[in-house]
């Protein structure tokens, strides 16, 4: 395939961190955008420089123009909807995370790609960033032993402004734990797996509405578009995971936190441990050589890098799906990978809002 014809479906604000470095991929073409809203085709439209069709309806896109592969970024809840409908035009399909709101709609989407012979990868693009992917080697290289511990501290700001406020609404988002946590969730995955299998099977969590999201008064200005929004979302938790494995995992998030904000990953082994920090671009390793002050690996992100999506992972992730439909090879980042991801946010959810675990069967990864 010597060109990828690509079309765009969802031109707000997650595509357009994509587009920007997927203007700069040899061997790709946009051949068409969808979105309901005007004002984000006509900003996205400039972003490329060649005529690009552009729809209301990314129904009308796909019956008018031949593509090979699409991207998705809509709201949550229609993605089931827009991927099944995607990969039934015979499009090779990359879905932005959380893969789906429900587990019924992660096997459909599974099931249509199985169908339809087509790619079909999860947008859980940590596993592409320089940073999570140079902690995730240092883990599997067994240079800390297995895997006991792992932790994710993420405190930060509300949620930006969405499309009809689809966000702050549980059964449009699937809950902060779903919109927002899926990553960590996934990475938890990733790292307690990086040395064997392994599989969730407990998840605990307490969480609530207790400031950022306890009222519509207490919304920073210009974060919503109506002027009064369905608000049922949690805006701070500390999440559980317990693995098969003897694993334990935990969560710690805060949506109010616009000072003071952090994003600290790490993993404990028997023989020592991993830390890094993603908005400081470092990796701290304590082994048999460092047990008191850490060997520090600094994180080189490339020049060109640093102006796009979350510091390249999008544009990395970007050019591992096009190997994936170039090469015919199934992607690590699968169905399977993403419904893993939402069955821990689902259950996270589940057990925050009944004050109970929730025990489950993970879904198993194909072998």
């Not at 729809?55 to 699409?70: I, N, Q």
């Not at 690996?297 to 890098?305: R, S």
């Not at 992730?317 to 096009?322: S, T």
């Amino acid at each position: 395939m010597d060109e990828i014809r690509l079309a765009l479906v969802g031109m707000g604000q997650n595509m357009a961190g994509h587009l920007r470095s997927l203007v700069h991929i040899d061997g790709v073409r946009i051949v068409g955008m969808a979105d309901p809203v005007e004002a984000n085709l006509t900003s996205s439209r400039a972003q490329v420089d060649y005529e690009v069709p552009c729809f209301t309806d990314y129904r009308a896109l796909l019956d008018g123009v031949a593509a090979d592969a699409c991207f998705i970024a809509v709201p949550n809840y229609l993605h089931r909807q827009v991927a099944c409908d995607c990969l039934g035009a015979g499009l090779h399909t990359m879905c932005e995370k959380p893969m789906a709101t429900s587990v019924a709609d992660c096997d459909a989407m599974i099931a249509a790609a199985e169908r339809a012979g087509r790619i079909f990868q999860v947008g859980l693009s940590c596993r592409f960033s320089r940073i999570d992917s140079r902690a995730h080697e240092l883990v599997a290289s067994g240079i800390i032993g297995e895997p006991k511990m792992a932790w994710a501290r993420e405190f930060r700001a509300p949620f930006a402004k969405k499309y009809q406020d689809w966000i702050l609404d549980r059964d449009r988002s699937g809950g902060t734990l779903l919109e927002k946590t899926c990553h960590h969730f996934d990475l938890f995955n990733w790292f307690a797996g990086a040395r064997g299998e392994a599989n969730p099977m407990r998840v605990y969590a307490s969480g609530g509405a207790d400031w950022v999201y306890a009222s519509l008064e207490r919304m920073p200005e210009g974060r919503t578009e109506a002027e009064r929004p369905t608000l049922n979302i949690l805006d701070n938790a500390f999440v559980t995971v317990d693995y098969d494995t003897g694993l334990r995992a935990n969560l710690a998030l805060c949506m109010f936190a616009d000072r003071g904000r952090k994003l600290e990953i790490g993993i404990q082994g028997t023989e020592g441990a991993v830390v890094y920090y993603r908005l400081e671009f470092r990796v701290e390793l304590f082994d048999a050589e460092h047990p008191r002050e850490p060997l520090v690996v600094d994180i080189e992100i490339p020049a060109e890098e640093k102006g796009w999506s979350h510091h390249g992972q999008a544009y990395l992730e970007q050019l591992y799906f096009f190997d994936c439909v170039r090469e015919g090879r199934p992607p690590a980042v699968d169905g399977y990978v993403g419904k893993r991801a939402v069955e821990i946010s689902l259950a996270a959810e589940e057990s925050a809002r009944t004050h109970a675990p929730v025990e489950y069967t993970a879904t198993p990864l194909p072998a």
